[in-house]
């Protein structure tokens, strides 16, 4: 899923699809999709913190797809990230 994601921005990136909210980030730089991100984490350590599974995965999803748009943005295909986590599980 993660990576199919990935994708849809990656289109919407190269399209700039009219309306999409991914779209208007990007157009934001990555001070708004930096925001977005940190904001996002925050919501997610509030829904841990309140033991809601629900808001957590919820809020977890947000995290990644912004991630995953700030990834974008800056030219960081999301294989770089498998990667690194790669390395670090097989250590």
Known sequence: VLAQ??????QRKQEQ???SYTV???KGGPERIGKKVGEEATEVVIGA??????ELAYEAA???YHTLVLLASQGVPP???WAELAKRYHR
């Open 17 to 19: 699809t009219e309306g």
């Open 62 to 64: 947000d995290l990644m």
């Open 24 to 26: 208007k980030l990007l």
């Open 79 to 81: 294989e770089d990230v």
């Open 5 to 10: 994601l990935a994708d849809l921005i990656e």
């Open 49 to 54: 913190m309140k033991g809601d599974r629900a």
